[in-house]
């Protein structure tokens, strides 16, 4: 009678605990989703390539093994308690004739991110960003990173502690994404908005001078026509707004 309902409140447990899980799993995916853009593939004359980038990022770690895309195995590297293991072993000598090693500074888009909360792991697919790496023809490489969790810490992990475990071999790059351009084949270059020119300082006109001597016509050449002028026979007096110039017999006698 007591194992019996030992094994009740067992099963009752699990039944209890699995929506929960795939919640977890649903939510997380999804942050996870929203922060990596994936990478669309298709085919083209060439075979297959992107048709449509994804978030760009940047190998941090030498070490993942890249295979052709219409590959149907991958030998994942592994990112565990802070350390990367590299794509090596018998898997990795089996492919060593169609495979290569992605260098470290090597543009990537992920195309596919899984997470099993059970087995406390997260698989990140990517797939060589060609145009970026100046590579020509394409080759559309494709590789893999398992990140393992201690037991339990997906369960309960906030999407960034995630995230800071993938930006160590995968970091997101704070260049341009780059567009396939039909086969992957064409660097696009950065288009960068048409920003207006500081105008050049203009070298600051010297300041109209008036001197004794001067005629009237040479005065209103350089202060402009006066708002004021008196006429006192010999004796004329033009008035701006901050200056008054007084003449005697048509040459400048005084100015105020």
Not at 12 to 37: C, D, N, R
Not at 127 to 156: H, I, R, Y
Not at 202 to 229: I, R
Request: one cysteine or more.
């Amino acid at each position: 009678m007591r194992l019996h309902r030992c094994f009740l409140i067992v099963a009752l447990v699990w039944i209890l605990s699995a929506p929960i899980a795939g919640a977890q799993t649903v939510a997380l995916q999804e942050q996870l989703g929203a922060q990596y853009k994936m990478a669309k593939m298709g085919s083209d004359s060439g075979g297959f390539t992107v048709i449509e980038p994804g978030t760009l990022l940047t190998i941090q770690k030498g070490g993942v093994l890249s295979v052709p895309w219409k590959a149907l195995a991958l030998c994942p590297a592994k990112y565990q308690d802070n350390s990367f293991h590299p794509s090596v072993g018998f898997c990795a000598g089996m492919l060593k004739d169609v495979s290569r090693y992605f260098g470290v500074g090597e543009k990537v888009y992920p195309t596919k991110i899984d997470v099993n909360l059970g087995k406390a792991k997260i698989s990140f697919t990517v797939v060589a960003c060609d145009s970026c790496n100046g590579v020509n023809p394409p080759t559309s490489m494709k590789g893999e990173v398992v990140f393992q969790f201690a037991k339990g810490f997906l369960e309960k992990a906030a999407v960034g502690d995630v995230e800071d475990a993938i930006g160590k071999v995968f970091l997101i790059s704070g260049d341009d994404q780059q567009s396939p351009g039909g086969n992957d084949s064409n660097q696009q270059q950065n288009q960068q908005p048409n920003q207006q020119q500081p105008a050049q300082e203009q070298p600051q006109a010297d300041p109209p001078t008036v001197q004794l001597g001067m005629t009237t016509d040479q005065v209103q050449a350089a202060l402009g026509k006066p708002e004021k002028v008196f006429n006192l026979g010999a004796k004329q007096i033009y008035v701006y707004k901050d200056v008054k110039v007084t003449f005697q017999n048509g040459k400048v006698a005084d100015v105020q």
